[in-house]
């Protein structure tokens, strides 16, 4: 059974940095491959802004978290970080962790963002902040 756990999150003002964690148990080997963060507002729709493919060592990142966010994973812990520095009022949401690309990871690059491509996802952690 495939189990995501996120913590890490919380409140800081503008301007802090957060580093959020999940840890993945029971993932196949191919669904290391390609990992990502999602974070949701209320009222809006889930957003990817981070993603990671491991096989190549690439990473992607939504226009608004560029140069920003860090996403990076450790294989011997089975763990997904997303390091966040220059926090803003906008980055507010929960977060959440995504693996299991379905289908073919040819196109991984230009699909990170389709929520519907994940098989699994965690529960969420908040980020909250603050002006």
């Known amino acids: 059974q495939v189990q995501l756990v996120e913590s890490g999150g919380g409140s800081v003002q503008a301007g802090g940095s957060l580093r959020l964690s999940c840890a993945a148990r029971?993932?196949?080997?191919?669904?290391?491959?390609?990992m990502a963060w999602f974070r949701q507002a209320p009222g809006k729709e889930r957003e990817g802004v981070a993603a990671i493919y491991t096989r190549p060592g690439s990473t992607y990142y939504a226009d608004s978290v560029k140069g920003r966010f860090t996403i990076a994973l450790d294989k011997a812990r089975d763990t997904l970080y997303l390091q966040m520095n220059t926090l803003k009022p906008e980055d507010t949401a929960m977060y959440y962790c995504?693996?299991?690309?379905?289908?073919?990871?040819?196109?991984?690059?230009?699909?990170?963002?389709?929520?519907?491509?994940?098989?699994?996802w965690g529960q969420g952690t908040q980020v909250t902040v603050s002006s």
């Open positions: 995504a693996a299991g690309w379905r289908g073919d990871s040819s196109d991984f690059a230009t699909r990170y963002q389709r929520a519907e491509r994940y098989a699994y």
């Open positions: 029971g993932l196949s080997y191919n669904s290391h491959w390609c």
